[in-house]
């Protein structure tokens, strides 16, 4: 057994499915995203990284567990990175993008389940998940129904704590948000046994603003009329930004934002001119899962940014930095977050318009909403941003789908009808 | 100008293929056969008895016939939207109901197409649907349309789920319920469903009709009632992709689709081609 299996086996992973699970994963790797034309080369830590996530991004946590920090597992962009930092702790999403854990979820939870929280539960349930034994705690919150449930179930064998997101954006809203923020902090402290100082958050705000503005320089950058990189490629480094080392992971970033603002400079691109562009807009695609964005790219056209919890959802608005005592800090940091515009919000009209505004300003020739199966909030919302798209004069089209390649065959043939009814209008 | 003239139309559809041959716009040659599990030999016999001309495949089988034939593709999509210009150019939409997939499509004045709407990988509310629900009752797929309009009332029928409906069906049966009834009431309940999915397209004033669907004369009466608009249904309907997929082949060899006039409805004049 390879010492990293050894590892896993103390850790008291399945070590033989575990390792059907990243042949896989290896395969699908190699064939979605190490198969593409023209990749920056600064993505070849991004590809370390991606490999590491069940390999050395694990050993590097139970090593520092072993130094007394602690991991924390999140499974959504709204819980506040920056206090979990603080407190010397380690957050890592948790959250599953392969199909090759979805039966074993299956077997214990309701079918009619979004593939990523089956995806998520199977690992756990399979024992393949190597972050499942070593977090010390992990963090849900009240976003979907799905989920809020689930947490009633994890919770009886994990330590867990649920944030409790306000329904609506009110003023009331955003003191229950707060107060959330504020017990967060305190419970992250008790775990930890550190008390969160206002010099070390203040870093960490900083650190989290560093890697937001880091996302937005690449998300510029693909909006260029020759995108320097590949929407999947683009899409990966979001998608580890939920898993890596923060400091680490802005450094390599630095390095790709300049390799890609050259690429800009001298007009290399993985795509030829005059590819039609796309806006990926609603569900968030994670680690594991580049199913929608494969077909846009393999079917002639590009996806030029991410309107998602693995985009846009993630990185925009900074957290205030000028705030000095802790109360203020952790008011700061309520309010950047309570600004995401999740479907899970009612009203959520700012979301609507800010699809239509993003669809304008990295010119996309078309949006394609992707919604995960059986996530009502997305799908529901997808009507009303079809019809504000049309009245923009942006071609739309909507795609639910789970994590299975069963109906890739349709979804292209969606994907590439699209494309073809951008023709005969002049680009 | 000496650019082709004559062009074959492959639509490789998840039950039936259907070839086709245009010859200076009229419909020359048809084939029709079952796509099965072997559909490439059976499209290389009948490829081989046709005249060469300008070749396009279409259809969820396209990429079969492009690996083995020298041709290009493009989704049934655009082909049935293609057709749909030609064999009824005053239509705003067209609605193709195949084997296993619904479509609703938008022509709009400028443009190949505009906003589409298909169903997901369930079979409810397509041809299959229909097909399973013939055997249950014991009917010819020809004939359950006619013997459903023979019925002096539907039967409510509340599952679209294609092995729902089939035990639903079989249980109506065990009730004793005239099959007539009960296969008016499954046309009734897939005009519905066909119906709620036209409705997140515009269908404007006029909708064409086509695939094997639209040969069902029960189906065509029960869209009618439930479309808001004018439903026309063009000669062999089950042709109308394959024939799209041949005009685009023409529009290719023309130089392109702009060339021959398609996206607008300035071309609408054309002439829909003969039907043998």
């Known amino acids: 057994m390879s010492e990293h299996n050894q590892l896993l086996a103390d850790l008291g992973l399945d070590v033989q499915l575990h390792d059907k699970l990243l042949a896989s994963q290896a395969k699908s790797y190699r064939d979605i995203i190490l198969s593409q034309p023209d990749r920056p080369g600064a993505m070849a830590y991004f590809d370390r990284a991606a490999h590491g996530a069940h390999g050395g991004r694990v050993r590097e946590i139970v090593d520092a567990r072993e130094q007394g920090a602690k991991m924390i597992g999140t499974f959504c962009v709204y819980v506040p990175e920056e206090i979990i930092l603080a407190a010397g702790a380690i957050p890592v999403a948790l959250c599953g993008g392969t199909t090759f854990s979805v039966p074993y979820a299956e077997k214990a939870f309701p079918r009619d389940i979004c593939p990523l929280v089956k995806s998520t539960l199977g690992l756990a349930l399979a024992d393949i998940c190597p972050y499942g034994p070593i977090k010390d705690m992990a963090v849900g919150e009240t976003t979907c129904d799905a989920k809020k449930k689930v947490w009633d179930v994890i919770s009886q064998s994990v330590n867990f704590h649920v944030l409790e997101l306000p329904q609506k954006k009110t003023e009331r809203g955003g003191d229950l948000w707060l107060h959330e923020v504020h017990e967060f902090k305190e419970r992250v402290e008790e775990l930890t046994g550190a008390r969160i100082e206002p010099g070390v958050l203040a870093q960490k705000v900083r650190l989290m603003n560093r890697k937001r503005r880091l996302l937005r320089d690449l998300n510029e950058l693909r909006m260029a009329p020759r995108p320097p990189i590949s929407g999947k490629d683009a899409l990966l480094v979001m998608q580890l930004a939920l898993i890596d080392e923060p400091e680490r992971f802005c450094n390599e970033l630095e390095a790709l934002v300049a390799e890609l603002r050259q690429r800009v400079e001298d007009g290399v691109s993985p795509f030829a001119p005059g590819t039609r562009r796309v806006l990926v807009a609603g569900c968030p695609s994670v680690l594991g899962n580049w199913k929608i964005h494969h077909i846009i790219e393999t079917s002639g056209a590009a996806v030029v940014c991410d309107e998602s919890c693995t985009g846009t959802r993630y990185f925009e608005n900074l957290v205030d930095e000028g705030a000095q005592a802790v109360d203020e800090q952790l008011e700061a940091i309520a309010e950047r977050y309570l600004r995401i515009d999740c479907s899970c919000f009612t009203p959520n009209t700012e979301r609507i318009e800010h699809v239509v505004e993003l669809a304008g300003e990295c010119r996309a020739d078309a949006v394609v909403q992707y919604i995960l199966q059986y996530c009502h909030t997305y799908n529901i919302e997808a009507i009303r941003i079809a019809r504000a798209l049309r009245s923009a004069g942006i071609p739309s089209l909507e795609i639910e789908t789970d994590y299975s390649e069963e109906d890739a065959g349709q979804l292209r043939t969606r994907v590439e009808a699209l494309l073809e009814s951008l023709q005969g209008v002049s680009p | ?276």
Not at chain 2, 38 to 57: I, W
Not at chain 2, 140 to 167: H, K
């Open chain 2, 1 to 276: 100008m000496s650019a082709a003239t004559t062009a074959i139309g492959i639509d490789l559809g998840s039950r039936m293929t259907k070839v086709v041959r245009l010859s200076d716009g009229d419909l020359t040659d048809a084939h029709v056969f079952d796509t099965g599990h072997d559909p490439l030999s059976r499209l290389l016999e009948v490829m081989e008895g046709m005249e060469a001309g300008a070749l396009l495949a279409t259809g969820y089988g396209r990429y079969l016939a492009r690996n083995h034939l020298p041709c290009a593709t493009v989704t049934e999509i655009r082909a049935c939207a293609r057709a749909a210009r030609r064999l009824c150019p005053d239509c705003d939409s067209v609605i193709d109901i195949g084997g296993q997939d619904t479509k609703a499509i938008e022509l709009p004045e400028r443009g190949w197409f505009g906003r589409f709407e298909m169903n997901d990988r369930c079979a409810a509310g397509t041809g299959r649907f229909l097909e399973v629900m013939a055997e249950a009752l014991g009917y010819g797929l020809e004939d359950l349309g006619p013997q459903a309009l023979r019925a002096d009332r539907p039967v409510q029928i509340n599952s679209m789920c294609t092995v729902f409906a089939e035990s639903e069906v079989i249980s109506l049966i065990a009730r004793g319920e005239d099959r007539r009834r009960i296969a008016l009431g499954l046309h009734a309940a897939t005009a519905r469903r066909v119906a709620a999915m036209a409705s997140r397209i515009d269908t404007g004033r006029r909708a064409l009709f086509v695939g094997g669907v639209a040969k069902n004369p029960c189906m065509v009466a029960n869209l009618r009632e439930e479309l808001p608009c004018e439903l026309i249904v063009p000669e062999r309907p089950e042709l109308a992709v394959a024939i799209g997929a041949a005009l685009i082949a023409l529009d290719e060899a023309h130089g392109g689709a702009e060339a021959t006039g398609d996206p607008g409805r300035g071309n609408r004049a054309e002439a829909a081609p003969r039907s043998d």
